[in-house]
Nanobody, 121 residues
């Protein structure tokens, strides 16, 4: 499985960005795709997760109501729509594949290369 994240960039506070994560290789409805982020000098932080099959999305408290994860199974692509961005959202954003819903990055076995998101004040 290979994951390719894209869509990062520089945006002003209050703006929006949509990140994409294209997965190559076979995916199963039981697998989950997670988004994480890591700011300089900080631990990798859970953002949210979605199943390839049916199920509830989960989000970290700091992004609830502002971020939304969706998927296009036909394209094997997962999206992270980020609205009302804040300077504290600045980080490298990673997508990852996991076998179960979890906020623990150690349970995800395949990772994309990361895409930089910078929010200016």
């Amino acid at each position: 499985v290979q994951l390719q994240a894209s869509g990062g960039g520089l945006v002003q506070a209050g703006g929006s960005l949509r990140l994409s994560c294209a997965a190559s290789g076979r995916t199963f409805s039981s697998h989950v795709m997670g988004w994480f982020r890591q700011a300089p000098g900080k631990e990798r932080e859970f953002v949210g997760t979605i199943r390839w099959g049916a199920g509830t999305n989960y989000y970290a408290d700091p992004v609830k109501g502002r971020f939304a994860i969706s998927r296009d199974n036909a394209k094997n692509t997962v999206y992270l729509q980020m609205n009302s961005l804040k300077p504290e959202d600045t980080a490298v954003y990673y997508c990852a594949r996991g076998r179960s819903v979890s906020s623990d990055y150690r349970t995800y076995d395949y990772w994309g290369q990361g895409t930089q998101v910078t929010v200016s004040s």
